[in-house]
């Protein structure tokens, strides 16, 4: 197997950066839909419920079957492919933003408010840095879970590492089969280790010491 | 709008003429209904406080008083009514502009956890749009007369702190713009007696030393007669039942209700009334860290003084050792006693039995405004004190 990847550095090496470029973009792009749609919800009980509601149920949509639907209107590549991994990858955000909000002591929002700082005000300097360590939370489930995600996402000819697993898998008998689709998955398991590495850290470098535990 | 009124300060202790930086604050007809609630929890309220003057705020749970307090900085809009801070009408203003003139003071000081403390000090301030100069003296002003050092405590966080500390910082906060209102709403709630009691005695100093407009909502009686230059006693609905001096309220309560709210041990009461800086205090034998042992048992032996006060180089007093234990040692020691019982001079007697109770010490040591000795006071003072009011309420 060594040899099969070494025999293919560039392509593996190529594939990979594709991979986590998808992954850290659409994480991104999904973590600030994430804590958007929780900025809006949190204050009502009920949005709150529903929003909790539409996350749960999206969870359990299999991936395959999205990117499925998804190929009607956008066709084979790269649209359905980050439409679905940021899909998945605002709901976990989603979820600990909410949380992460809603259990912001309301004493320091009123004292906050009774300072004379404004809503917004409130909202960027003292709920949402509050609320930091619970969305970073969110943010290292999703990235670890669209990881395996993205995989999928090959199926519909997007970008990365899912192309040595699905090509391997439809060749299964033939020659490197296995080896293709062990270095897709061992090379996707290593990548998500070392991201989750960088979110911890991004955690330590952005958690004020006053709230870091 | 810092020189509006000029009317005196009533019921105050101390200096006639103080200094003012406060305005008057009327409200009138103030009312606040709840959607779906018959009564409305605030009630036609109207009500005068003068500039200046430390008004109190106590009444039995749920009686509105809270409420109140928080309309005049609208956090609660009023339903209905009108709210004037000097000659201005606020009640339209914008609310977060209007709530940056006015200090606002909750339980635990309502820091922000993460920020450190200068930050949340130069919060107001920074909203103002000072420049960082300009706001780094003041954090450093502020910190000085709550009583921190701001060398030690300007960088740290507030889980750093103790809950005392964490209450003065949120004083320091409240006060950053310098503005002429503080409201406070039972700030002193959330930390053990006699800490809480080393408070109020700092903000009666800050108070005599700024002149602000405090309102204060406590449950707490003893708080209210401590702190206040009037107290409002309030009913469900936030009914004004009795606006008075609080020596007024404990010898003439305008109805049953208030003196049940007063309590039973109205006389005992009297007590939070007589101030420690009233009584005669006893000079005793001092000496400073450092000094020669022998030379100071000669002069307290010389005195008839059975124990001698020890003061550190700034001359706050840090033990006080019998001469016995002073005359085993060649230097007087730099010791500090953790359990040594200190009162202020605005303290009560009230505060000061409390203290000798909770050191198990049959005296305290009453210290001045800025933190120097002024004396000490034994049980038998307060004993005196006492027997006097009984003899009064008998006779």
Known sequence: MWEYVTERADLVAFQAFQHVSLVVQCVLLGSLIGVAVAVLVYRSPKATALANGASAVGLTIPAFALLGVLLTPFGFGITPAVIAVTFYAALPVLRNAVVGLAGVDRSLVESARGIGMSRMRTLLRVELPLAWPVVLAGVRVSTQMVMGIAAIAAYVLGPGLGGFIFSGLSRLGGANAVNSTLTGTIAIVLLALVLDLLLVLAGRLTTSRGIRV | MSEATSAPPAGTVGSGDRHISGVAIRLDGVTKRYPGQDHPAVDDVTLEIAAGETVMFVGPSGCGKTTLLKMLNRLIEPSSGRIHLGDEDVTDQDADQLRRRIGYVIQAGGLFPHMTVATNIGMVPRMLKWDKQRIAERVDELLDLVGLDPA??????????????????????????????????????????????????????????????????????????????????????????????????????????????????????????????????????????????????????????????????????????????LARTTTVPDTVDERLPVVGLRSTLNDALDTMLAASQGGVVVTSRRGGLAGVMAVETVMAAIQRTRTEVAG
């Open chain 2, 152 to 325: 030690v405590y300007r960088d740290r966080y507030p889980r750093e702190l103790s809950g005392g500390q964490q209450q003065r910082v949120g004083v320091a906060r409240a006060l950053a713009a310098d503005p002429p209102v503080l409201l406070m709403d039972e700030p002193f709630g959330a930390v053990d007696p006699i800490t809480r009691q080393r408070l109020q005695d700092e903000l009666l100093r800050i108070q005599e030393e700024l002149g602000k407009t405090i309102v204060f909502v406590t449950h707490d009686f003893d708080e209210a007669v401590k702190l206040g230059d009037k107290i409002v006693v309030f009913d469900v609905g936030a009914r004004v039942v009795q606006y008075d001096t609080p020596e007024r309220i404990l010898a003439e309560p305008a109805e049953d209700y208030v003196a049940d709210f007063v309590g039973a041990g109205a006389t005992l009461k009297q007590l939070t009334l007589t101030r420690v800086g009233d009584v005669d205090l006893m000079q005793v034998t001092t000496a400073t860290v450092g000094s020669d042992s022998a030379q100071v048992v000669a002069a307290a032996q010389a005195a008839g003084d059975g124990f001698v006060v020890v003061l550190d180089r700034r001359g706050r007093p840090i033990s006080w050792p019998t001469v016995a234990e």
